[in-house]
């Protein structure tokens, strides 16, 4: 099968090598997003996500739909012989990794595609809708901080008993070295007692008022300690996942009806989230809906061919629209894209806050001479709205953005130093 897919592709993509191609999805950010295909009655006004679950399952079952691991949900224990390195820098990191702490189902046909996405605890909403809207199966890296375990497991514990969805979820857990060291990491059984009704959003708002408090505290004393590894995190839920194909994305990001079915397909042979290209297009046109981050940084998402997409019409399938490379004029272009666990690694060294997290990964793409095929049919829409001015920086995010120069020129350095140069995929 896997043979039989690479020489059609080649086929279809004259001189396309088999392992170096990447389906790239049109990440459009759109103004006002909820909805839900099912029969019940629905306030659309709770656009919070995770807020329709309370209509669909206002009871949790009696039985968790997650297969546990480390002794959860009674309580959670591990030992040191359970944690593991980071997928670049392994035991040097100053970070260590707990897989499937929640142990997803496994599908017979690997030849599907993983949702590896990455979180903090006040994103655990979201997790309810990317299970709702994809259509495989969904690997989640959660960072843990000091002080979070107790918020992410309780709101993990009320989505296992409410959401059956959850059960195509593995979660697996990025500590920091020195909190495991001096912490001793143990919850027990009086922790896990889920709540009486599935109203998720009553817990995420408590769990988002901890982490205000938190935040206003960590500013005020300009601690740069904790910062958020989102590529440690990216590159844990890449490497965990068990299909051939990965889509490593934001969770914020909710994909298009029938992706990863129509994917597949294409591989073997009420302002409400946009679930075709035809809604979605009709939304463009109204300027309801622009691609991601156009009103913030117009070159960040505009991809190439952009107005062939809007005009072409796939009909009911995902197809091949175009073959493009990341060079100029498209080199801060940062897509989210379809590919395996060979591509290059997210670089881990590099923070969230301090910007630029993608940037070097897509270089190295470039200085690799990757094709980049454009798909029609497929796109992802940014939960909640469309940003339309850049926002002033947060004084806290400065130290980081110069911790992550720092980082970025030395990675910067020993990455050119590897490759052919190509003035084509120029990045300052």
């Known amino acids: 099968m896997i043979v039989l897919r690479q020489a059609r592709f080649q086929l279809l993509l004259t001189g396309l090598v088999a392992l170096t191609f990447f389906f790239f999805l049109n990440t459009i950010q759109h103004i006002n997003l909820f909805s839900y295909n099912g029969d019940f009655m629905y306030d659309y006004s709770d656009k919070n996500p995770g807020a329709y679950v309370k209509y669909v399952h206002p009871v949790p079952s009696n039985v968790s ?3 546990f691991n480390y002794r959860l949900p009674k309580e959670f224990t591990f030992s040191t012989e359970d944690l593991r390195g980071t997928p670049e820098y392994g035991l040097d990191s100053p970070f260590v990794v707990l897989y499937n702490v929640v142990q997803g189902t496994t599908l017979d046909d690997r030849a ?10 006040n994103f655990f909403p979201f997790l309810t809708e990317i299970v709702r809207y994809w259509d495989g199966p969904v690997s989640v890296a959660a960072y843990v901080s000091d002080g979070d375990l107790d918020d992410i497991i309780r709101q993990l514990l009320e989505f296992c008993h409410c959401v059956p969805e959850m059960s195509k979820v593995s979660l697996h857990f990025v500590l920091k070295k020195d909190y495991v060291n001096r912490s001793n990491i143990y919850v027990g059984a009086e922790t896990f007692v889920p709540s009486l009704n599935c109203d998720i959003q009553k817990l ?6 901890s982490t205000i408090r938190e935040s206003s505290f960590r500013v005020q004393n300009n601690s740069s300690i ?9 590159n844990v839920a890449r490497e965990a996942a068990y299909t051939d194909y990965v889509m490593v994305c934001d969770v914020e990001l909710m994909p298009s009806q029938g992706l990863v079915t129509r994917f597949i397909h294409m591989v073997e042979d009420t302002e409400q989230v946009p679930r075709s290209k035809p809604e979605l297009v009709s939304l463009i046109d109204q300027e309801k809906a622009v691609y991601f981050h156009r009103k913030v ?32 004029p498209y080199n801060r272009w940062e897509p989210i894209f379809i590919g395996t666990k060979k591509e290059p690694l997210y670089n881990e060294k590099l923070s969230w806050e301090g910007y630029q997290d993608k940037m070097l990964q897509m270089l190295e793409i470039c200085l690799m001479k990757y094709n980049l095929v454009v798909l029609d049919g497929a796109f992802l829409v940014h939960w909640p709205g469309m940003k339309k001015s850049k926002s002033k920086e947060n004084d806290s995010r400065k130290i980081f953005k110069q911790m992550n120069q720092r980082q970025y020129n030395l990675l910067l350095k020993n990455l050119t130093s590897k490759y052919l140069p190509n003035p084509q995929c120029k990045i300052k």
């Not at 599907?112 to 990455?118: E, G, I, K, L, R």
């Not at 904790?226 to 990216?234: E, K, Q, S, T």
């Open 297 to 328: 940084c117009m070159h960040c998402q505009k991809f190439p061919g952009l107005e062939k997409w809007k005009n072409s019409d796939p009909g009911d399938t995902i197809k091949p629209l175009l073959v493009t490379k990341r060079e100029m």
């Open 226 to 234: 904790d910062w958020y590894p989102i590529n440690v995190c990216r």
């Open 204 to 209: 995420a708002n408590a769990v988002i008022q």
């Open 65 to 67: 739909y997650c297969r």
């Open 112 to 121: 599907s595609v993983t949702y590896a996405t990455q979180l903090s605890k």
